[in-house]
Every structure is written in C-alpha cells, then in structure tokens.
C-alpha cells in the first residue's frame, strides 16, 4: 500500500487512489466519488466498490443501491458506442418504441447490453429533454432528432464502418 494511499486499494490503481484521496472520509461525498469514477472507467466496478466502502466506512449495500438508483451509474463497462432512445412521453408518443426495436434488431442485443466486440451498448431512457426533437436517440454526446428506424439504421451502419 503506498504511504498515502487511504482507501486500502494497496496502491494498485493509482487513479482510484487518487480519486478517493481527493475527498474528505464523509459519506456526503460518495456521489461525487461514484460521479468521477464513473466518468474514469465508463462504469462502476467492482473493485471501485469496495474501495470506496472501506474509503467512506459504508455498506456494500448501500453503496449498490446508490450506483443502482441513479441512471447515471451503470454496474457494466458500456460500449465504444452507447446508443440510448429516449421513451420519454414525447418521444414515445412519436414512435421511439419503433427506434429502439430497430436499434436492438441492427445491434443483436437488447436494451441494457453490450455487443461482443464491445463496440455498442443500448440503453432506453426517459427524457433528454429535447422534446422538440422528439423521437429522439443519442450516439454518446450526438443527439439525433426527429428521428425515424430508417435513420437508427443508417446511424448504426456509419458506427459500425468506423475505424
């Protein structure tokens, strides 16, 4: 363990160590804990885990139950390509069920999963609040809106002929 390590991670990831060196022992800070760990692997890991309850002195299972209330946090490495489709009222109500079909029939995956090569993940989410775009999906940070299975389709093809 390095001599300044405090989250009993033995020193082996240094990023992690890092992260939690950087706040106080206090449980008020475990989102912003979960937050940057999130933002460092892409998900919340095990390992993260259990560094962060001995860090903060908390349950396993509390901290389970943060990562699993917010959205935000996910228990599963994503892919290079997160394709998320919004059901919120809006969208649904323009047809997003049918994009997220199509997404799952181009993908081969349902939502929640990641493909094999790990290049895409699918998600459904509530509103992304642009709803004046609605149906809407979004390619990590590309929002794509007034959208239709035809543009899921085409969207997924250019991903997939990427590198």
């Known amino acids: 363990m390095s001599e300044t390590c405090k989250c009993e991670c033995g020193g082996k990831d240094p990023k992690l160590e890092e992260i939690l060196n950087k706040y106080e022992q206090d449980k008020s800070n475990l989102i912003q804990i ?18 962060i309850s001995k860090y ?28 998320a489709v919004c059901l919120g009222t809006a969208c649904f ?13 181009a993908l081969k995956i349902k939502e929640g999963e990641t493909t094999a090569d790990g290049k895409f993940s699918l998600e459904a989410t509530r509103c992304i ?35």
Request: hydrophobic content about 35%; proline content about 4%; glycine content about 8%.
């Open 129 to 163: 609040g642009a709803c004046g775009l609605a149906p809407v999906f979004t390619v990590n940070d590309e929002v794509y809106g007034k959208a239709t299975p035809e543009l899921m389709k085409k969207v997924i093809e250019e991903y997939k002929n990427r590198e």
């Open 34 to 51: 979960l937050n940057e760990v999130q933002e460092y692997y892409g998900y919340v890991p095990m390992k993260a885990q259990e560094a």
């Open 93 to 105: 109500v323009k047809g997003s069920e049918k994009l997220l079909d199509t997404a799952k029939e």
């Open 56 to 83: 903060l002195d908390m349950e396993m299972a509390e901290i389970y139950g943060v990562i699993t209330f917010y959205s935000r946090f996910t228990l599963k490495p994503k892919g290079k390509y997160n394709v």
